[in-house]
């Protein structure tokens, strides 16, 4: 069984282009989350879906953030117009039930 | 809300010491604990959890971990340091079920564990 896979796991951008990250929970698993890893920082939760549906986005930002788990497909965490403050490592883990959650190696974005 | 706080971003032991990592937690309602490893470029790695059942818990690599409601914390311990122990090493929280976050885990800062020969 695989686990948690993350793609790219390195991304490099520059200011004001979109990045895509993408997150394929384990087999059988309908609860994702994304967290974000800021330097120097612990790792803050940013939002939790289920198949089809935002289940809790209190820490996502108001603007340029968005996430996405289709019915089909990996979930996608989407951040437009990229800035220097978004370099950060983003997390995916899933869980079958929401409660103990398998962790992805991360895909850690670098905005030039 | 929940928080967690982890004492010391920095710990350093020798090779077969004990390991101590300290957490505290604030929750409002019954929490569910964990504690997670992380090696460099890595994801996380469940070491073990709490869940409302036995107060001492074992998890993998020889580590446990103690729930302590009094004192409202969870700390992270093991006997005997191994140079491969060397990690950053996060506790975090979570509400158990029926809670309306139940699932979202709200993590300490992390505390980096270094191991000298």
């Known amino acids: 069984n695989a686990g948690v896979m993350q793609n790219p796991r390195h991304l490099v951008r520059r200011r004001g282009q979109e990045a895509r990250l993408r997150c394929s929970p384990m087999?059988?698993?309908?609860?994702v989350y994304w967290y974000r890893q800021l330097p120097e920082e612990g790792l803050k939760f940013m939002v939790y879906l289920q198949k089809e549906n935002i289940i809790d986005e209190s820490g996502m930002p108001k603007e340029r953030f968005s996430a996405e788990f289709p019915k089909e497909g990996p979930s996608i965490l989407r951040i437009q117009q990229v800035v220097r403050g978004d370099s950060a490592a983003y997390f995916c883990?899933?869980?079958?039930?929401?409660?103990?959650?398998?962790f992805g190696p991360g895909t850690r974005l670098t905005v030039l | 809300a929940q928080s967690v706080t982890q004492l010391g971003s920095h710990v350093s032991v020798s090779e077969g010491a004990l390991v101590l990592l300290r957490c505290n937690y604030s929750s409002s309602v019954p929490p569910y604990l964990f504690w997670y490893v992380q090696y460099p470029n890595q994801g996380l790695q469940l070491l073990l959890k709490y869940t409302s059942a036995a107060t001492l818990v074992k998890g993998i690599n020889g580590f446990e971990a103690e729930f302590k409601k009094s004192e409202t914390s969870f700390h992270l311990t093991k006997p005997s340091a191994h140079m491969s122990d060397a990690a950053e090493y996060f506790c975090a929280v979570s509400e158990a079920p029926g809670g309306t976050s139940y699932g979202k885990l709200t993590f300490g800062q992390g505390t980096i564990l270094t191991v000298h020969p």
């Open positions: 087999k059988g698993h309908s609860h």
């Open positions: 883990a899933s869980s079958p039930a929401a409660n103990e959650q398998f």
